[in-house]
């Protein structure tokens, strides 16, 4: 390539970088970006606080961000616990879903980080209250949630666990799994990580730690699998890692073994891809 040519080819480069710049979208892909989905104040006053995602909020693992600014003085927190109480309002009755914390220190970016794994979908029926504890004190900001939205394919499972306790009586135990990475599909190894928690109650999720997981990816449509997939395994807070080996693009189906004590809970549980 002469000089001409390379010049002409890094400004046409340059410039489709910026072809698709506005509000909504990153300029560059790989760049994190984050979506603001509300902001309020707590309730007496001393902090405002920015909830960010990095997707429309769906069913399923969701990363959530959180800035916090001290209004007394402008600054914003580096330092501050969080403790986060999601909720759906249905009514004649209302349910919690899993969620992890964030960190007590910010990211490199800049945020308080944690995750909430919304268990349905729902327009104006969630909201996320967040006990903020900095500066020696405690307060909580509450933040409405307009929508959440549901994906096809689905992002979360539930596995429907029937322990017989005699003739004709069951205990029906639920494990809501989500799909956690990737969020981007490859021809190739995937990492395969996946959070299994267990519904205690309405109220209460404790991640659960003493699954097996056994993976069998298949693309139905053509009859074949593929070698070189890990099982997931446990590490910590209710994930699982494994790899998922896709061998072409198309439409997988990742069946999923669940097992616990040797016992194999539920059955045809799976996750649709399609890349
Ligand atoms: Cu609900």
Partial sequence: ??????????????????????????????????????????????????????????????????????????????????????????????????????????????????????????????????????????????????????????????VMDSLSTGAGTWTVTKYPVSLVEPTAWKTGINTFEITVHTMASMMSFPCCSGMTVEITPEMPSMGHGSPNNVNPVFIGNGHYRGAVNFTMTGSWRINMVFKMGGRTLGTNNYFDIVF
């Fill in 1 to 158: 390539m002469n000089s001409t040519i390379k010049i002409i080819t890094s400004i046409l480069v340059i410039s489709s970088l910026f072809v698709s710049c506005n509000n909504d979208e990153p300029i560059i892909k790989n760049q994190v970006n984050y979506i603001k989905v509300a902001e309020a104040v707590s309730a007496s006053s001393s902090f405002n606080v920015v909830f960010y995602a990095t997707d429309s909020l769906f069913v399923g693992y969701n990363n959530v961000y959180f800035k916090i600014t001290d209004k007394n003085t402008g600054a914003a927190i580096t330092h501050a616990t969080l403790v986060m109480h999601p909720l759906m309002n249905m009514g004649t009755s209302s349910h919690a879903c899993p969620f992890e914390n964030p960190a007590d220190s910010l990211t490199a970016e800049g945020y308080f980080k944690g995750a909430v794994l919304f268990s349905m979908m729902g327009t104006n029926s969630w909201s996320l209250a967040v006990d903020v504890t900095a500066n020696g004190k405690t307060e909580t900001v509450t933040f409405p949630i307009d929508k959440v939205k549901s994906t096809n394919p689905v992002k979360k499972i539930v």
